[in-house]
């Protein structure tokens, strides 16, 4: 096996901005994620580099979002009294605005296209900005956290360079901005897994979603219900994701791997462990496709760290211990966390509950092959050549 190059996106500026006390977004879970990636030696590795980035260019948001949208961040994020704009989604509860805002939000995107030039450019084989996956940022909104899009400023750079991208979103929220950036390309396949937008954030999200003009079929969707398992996710995952990746075959995989699916996510109700995380992690790298992996959602933050841990350690293709080093337990425990171990048992939701999830899995899964299939795999599932 040729040995892989990974570069790991950090910035010693992320800590020093704060989204408030009472948000739930907090930025201490990626030290929590550093911490265990260092108790496990994977800050060390001979193939990885860590690599600082800048703020991303007004070029580059600009070939997303709209210019009054940005004019208005970058005011806000200096005022000094409170400000808000209800009409650009800022000021609200989700959306707070706070000092250096814009410079946040920038330096997430700068994170981002840092990491797909490494792999695009410099022949990086995988690249992890825990920063970014901001999948909810409009063209001239914020929403759900998010100001800027990332990937969608990240993708498109990338798109002008001719090159095919697959963008798979697995947070538990629909990834509704980059969608709406690629609805009508056939150019970015875009999959999201989310919990179903019937009684969930962002309330989009449909089978019915499949993509407009060049772009019809270019857009894939799979709502899940309330206890959706780690089980009942492979399946969406095997039948569904996994054949549309390897059939598509894009120049780079871009992934929003928002750890708030697990079973102890407080603002979400899906039921998956680093089970079924880990499996899917260990799919995606043995394609071999140039790939970019970007934070997003995680409020139960021991797991999210756990999360992107071995995320971090299969794209640099490093089997770990599954119990968590002994240094990192001590740490963690006066904190209050319990965890002792990296890797879940596999979890069944309750018998009742998981049939209605199951149920609505199978139909979505049945409507996907008959709408999305035909035009990636061929009319028999085939990938056609
Ligand atoms: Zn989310």
Same mark, same amino acid.
């Given at each position: 096996?040729? &040995?892989? @190059?990974?570069?790991?996106?950090? *910035? ?27 108790? /496990? ?13 800048? &703020? ?22 200096? *005022?000094? %009294? ?81 090159? @095919?991208?697959? /963008? ?50 270019? *857009? ?58 880990? %499996? ?41 211990? &599954?119990?968590? &080093? ?40 049945? @409507? ?18």
């Amino acid at each position: 096996m040729s &040995p892989c @190059r990974t570069a790991l996106i950090y *910035s010693p500026l992320f800590g020093t901005f704060n989204y408030g006390e009472n948000h739930p977004f907090k930025l201490q879970r990626n030290r929590l994620a550093y911490d265990l990636m260092a108790a /496990y030696g994977l800050l060390e590795l001979p193939q990885m580099q860590i690599h600082d980035c800048l &703020p991303a260019s007004d070029e580059l948001l600009l070939s997303f979002h709209d210019h009054a949208y940005i004019a208005r961040l970058k005011e806000f994020s200096v *005022s000094e %009294e409170a400000r808000a704009d209800f009409r650009f989604g800022l000021g609200d509860a989700e959306c707070p605005v706070f000092p250096g805002l814009y410079d946040y939000a920038a330096l997430g995107a700068g994170a981002t296209f840092e990491a797909v030039r490494l792999v695009e450019e410099e022949g990086f084989d995988a690249a992890f900005n825990m920063h970014g996956g901001w999948h909810h940022a409009h063209r001239s909104k914020a929403s759900g956290f998010s100001y800027l899009n990332d990937a969608a400023v990240a993708i498109n750079w990338l798109v002008a360079r001719g090159r @095919r991208v697959l /963008y798979l979103d697995i947070d538990a929220h629909h990834g509704d901005g980059v969608q709406e950036a690629f609805y009508n390309t056939d150019q970015v396949l875009t999959i999201s897994l989310h919990e179903s937008g019937i009684y969930f954030y962002p309330g989009t999200g449909f089978e019915s979603e499949i993509g407009e003009g060049r772009g019809k079929g270019y *857009s894939v969707n799979v709502p899940l219900l309330a206890h959706t398992d780690d089980a009942i996710y492979m399946k969406a995952f095997d039948e569904v994701v996994y054949p549309l990746i390897a059939a598509f075959n894009p120049d780079m995989i871009v992934t929003q791997i928002g750890a708030d699916t697990f079973r102890t996510d407080p603002l979400t109700n899906l039921e998956i462990t680093t089970h079924s995380y880990r %499996e899917m992690m260990v799919k995606i790298q043995r394609l071999k496709i140039p790939w970019v992996a970007l934070g997003g959602g995680g409020y139960d933050l021991m797991n999210t760290a756990r999360a992107w841990t071995l995320a971090w350690s299969i794209m640099n293709n490093v089997e770990l211990d &599954p119990r968590l &080093p002994p240094a990192f337990i001590d740490k963690i425990e006066p904190l209050g966390y319990q965890n002792r171990v990296l890797l879940d048992a596999m979890h069944w939701a309750d018998e009742g509950e998981r049939t209605l999830a199951l149920t609505a899995v199978e139909k979505s899964i049945a @409507r996907i092959k008959k709408t999305i299939f035909p035009g990636i795999l061929g009319s028999h599932g085939y990938a056609s050549l």
